[in-house]
């Protein structure tokens, strides 16, 4: 039985990027040296990215945060830093990942090998003090840190990719038949949800092989979350055919038509296109003499083809070849939309819309302004605050753009605070801001 850990979360941090430096060179007639401090190199980036070899997550249940290499600081001689080596986490076929970004939340499926997803940005690398000298200002003494490189939180699902899928109700004997047709060994007892996790199984039936999921039994509610339906249910989606297992002797006390549409109904109710996936019923049980007794009227109630509907006894293994048979032919008539990828280069990234760099906001905060925007808020977090010159170059921004005539408006006051990003600022009219 391969263990399945089909959820995760983790932590990832893009590397920072290294820091610019100011030095100057020392050269006759030239203005202090003149300034020649190289950039600092860009951080490495995380990605995650497809290996077919994989079928679960289980490595991150022990290995929880994840961090890309910081990019090496400038040099003198106008020497840029050396960039961070980017960091790869290989994930399974199948794998979502999903993150939250400004407050509004993202996915992205995984499916070919090899895809990638650019998952967090390394940061640039900061400017040296070559790049502050104007004819005014020969001499800077200014140079910016490395821009901190992008880190979330992200929760990956697994959903599995197999062939086929059991469904049913808690106890109907999908474990049981799991065991019997494969070289699973799944967790078998008479309570219900024993199966907590989807076990696989690789079946072959005529030289033919494909992979079997028993997906852990469902309620009613299920669609909406009941029990653990999400949990459940999610694994049904890329399955291509179903295997409705039925409790046929109504063991349980239920009539097993009513689990037959029950199931469907929450299939449906969960995805319309899970209904209408090809389904083979097989009537369970068959070795106790209720399910005997049962059995036409259900083959005859059944609203799937008599032909798809066999009666089994998963414990004895009676009447479960001729089923696979009839599934091996389904299985050869519908092509496998995931079978046999070529190896992708695809590189995805977060679907977050494009925002105007420039345009910012205030909001009123405790002690205080909060100013966002992407353009000031990058600027901040790669000020050397230790340099005098920064400050001045910092007012010089929020003068040209319009922030400091927008908190006027706004009525900031001498000595309030003004934060932008993690810098916490004293406003004042005589220095500007």
């Known amino acids: 039985m391969a263990e399945l850990i089909d959820q995760a979360r983790i932590e990832i941090k893009a590397g920072d990027g290294g820091d610019g430096l100011a030095t100057f060179r020392r050269e006759k007639f030239v203005p202090r040296g003149g300034p020649n401090g190289g ?12 290996d077919p070899q994989l079928n679960t997550l289980l490595k991150f249940q022990y290995d929880r945060k994840f961090e890309a290499q910081r990019g090496s600081n400038g040099g003198s001689g106008r020497k840029t830093g050396r ?10 076929p199948g794998t979502v990942a999903r993150t ?3 407050g509004e939340p993202y996915e992205i499926d995984l499916v070919a090998p090899g895809q990638r997803l650019l998952a967090a940005r390394g940061g640039k690398g900061g400017l040296g003090n070559v790049h502050f000298k104007s004819s005014v200002h020969q001499a800077p003494r200014i140079a910016e840190l490395g821009q901190p490189g992008e880190e979330f939180e992200l929760e990956l699902e697994l959903k599995l990719i197999a062939d086929v899928g059991l469904v049913g109700y808690p106890n109907a004997g999908k474990s049981t038949l799991l065991s019997v047709i494969s070289a699973a060994r799944p967790k078998i007892a008479a309570y219900p949800f024993t199966t907590l996790v989807p076990n696989l199984g690789v079946v072959e039936v005529d030289n033919q092989t494909f992979v079997v999921a028993d997906i852990p039994g469902l309620i009613e509610g299920a669609h909406a979350g009941v029990g653990l339906g999400h949990d459940f249910l999610r694994h049904v989606e890329r399955t291509r055919v179903l295997i409705h297992v039925i409790d046929a002797a109504g063991t349980e006390g239920r009539d097993p038509l009513d689990d037959f549409n029950q199931i469907n109904e929450e299939l449906r109710l969960y995805q319309p296109h899970l209904a209408e996936r090809p389904q083979i019923v097989a009537l369970n049980k068959m070795d106790l ?29 009676e009447g479960v070849q001729p089923m696979l048979r009839l599934l091996a032919e389904t299985m050869r008539a519908m092509p496998n939309p995931l079978a046999n990828l070529p190896r992708s280069t695809e590189v995805l990234n977060w679907p977050v819309p494009e925002v105007d760099p420039d345009a910012f906001t205030i909001t009123p905060e405790e002690g205080g302004y909060r100013v966002r925007g992407q353009k000031i808020e990058r600027l901040v977090s790669m000020l050397n605050f230790a340099q005098p010159e920064s400050i001045d170059r ?8 319009g922030i400091s005539q927008a908190l006027r408006d706004y009525g900031v ?7 932008i990003e993690k810098a916490e600022l004293q406003w004042s009219e005589e220095l500007g801001a």
């Open 39 to 50: 950039d600092g190199g860009r951080g490495g980036n995380v990605y995650l990215e497809v």
């Open 413 to 419: 006051e001498e000595g309030d605070s003004v934060f």
């Open 289 to 317: 003499p209720e399910a005997v007794e049962n059995f036409e009227r259900l083959r005859d109630a059944l609203p799937v083809p008599p032909e798809h509907i066999f009666g089994i006894s998963a414990v004895i293994g």
């Open 394 to 401: 910092l007012q010089r921004v929020l003068e040209a753009a």
């Open 100 to 102: 939250v970004i400004d």
């Open 83 to 92: 960039s961070g080596k980017d960091l790869v986490i290989a994930v399974p």
